[in-house]
């Protein structure tokens, strides 16, 4: 692919900052300010390429960013996530309720799937007992699994599909519930929210991506911390 800038909203509260790519579901950190925002996000350009491989979508070759947006943070923003709590469309971006063709909008699902895909994989390849935060705290692999599960659940009645919060183990239950979501999310060109009170099909993959490739990505870390032996160096931070 060409070379060319990438398209970021920015959301920014007094202490802390949160950089969605907006054609890019999934690819979103966190940092103080502008400046550290858009390095995090940078770093993360590699660990976001194999969610595009999978889902058989070119990747930048480098990464310029272009903020498009800037939109005020809130309660979630502070928390460095993308903001969630505040009524729609204040939490989101122009972009993020704009019309997409039925090419952007199957896109858009394959992304989404490809991020469900990676967490499965690093899932799979992770010990179930992870290393805690320094003072203890941090969820093992599967209540992050289940936790993953019990949003996904939330985030689809969002976009009007109601289903039951499949358990963790339910392989089947699990698929079905995300079939739904991609389903919505790939068929759907308007930019209007699916529901009065829900999300538009743009913003919905943004922040469902997010959220599964943020604990995906924490998984991965916190598994290769716990792996590292008394006297060895862990990876650098």
């Given at each position: ?6 398209p970021?909203c ?13 054609d ?6 966190a ?12 770093s993360y350009a ?18 310029a ?6 939109v ?18 204040q939490?989101?971006?122009a ?29 799979a ?20 699994i ?12 969002k ?12 392989i ?11 389903a ?32 995906a ?13 008394p ?7």
């Amino acid at each position: 692919m060409p070379s060319r800038r990438i398209p970021v909203c920015l959301e920014a509260t007094p202490k802390q900052a949160v950089a969605s790519a907006l054609d890019w579901p999934g690819w979103c950190r966190a940092g103080r300010d502008e400046s550290a925002v858009l390095a995090a996000l940078a770093s993360y350009a590699g660990r976001y390429a194999p969610v595009a491989a999978h889902a058989g979508v070119s990747f930048p070759a480098t990464v310029a960013f272009e903020v498009a947006e800037r939109v005020p943070g809130g309660p979630a923003t502070a928390f460095a996530a993308p903001e969630c709590r505040r009524p729609f469309p204040q939490i989101t971006a122009a972009a993020d309720r704009a019309a997409v063709t039925p090419a952007a909008a199957r896109l858009l699902a394959g992304l989404v799937t490809a991020a469900w895909a990676a967490f499965e994989q690093i899932a799979a390849a992770s010990p179930a007992e992870l290393r805690k935060g320094p003072r203890g705290g941090g969820r093992d692999r599967d209540q992050i699994i289940g936790h993953v599960i019990c949003a996904d659940t939330a985030y689809a009645r969002k976009l009007g599909i109601k289903r039951k919060q499949p358990a963790t183990g339910d392989i089947a239950a699990i698929g079905e519930l995300r079939a739904a979501i991609a389903a919505v999310v790939g068929t759907r060109a308007g930019g209007s929210p699916v529901l009065p009170s829900g999300w538009t099909t743009r913003y919905a993959a943004r922040r469902i991506a997010w959220h599964v490739l943020e604990h995906a990505w924490e998984m991965q870390d916190r598994a290769e911390s716990s792996a590292v032996q008394p006297g060895q160096a862990g990876p650098a931070s």
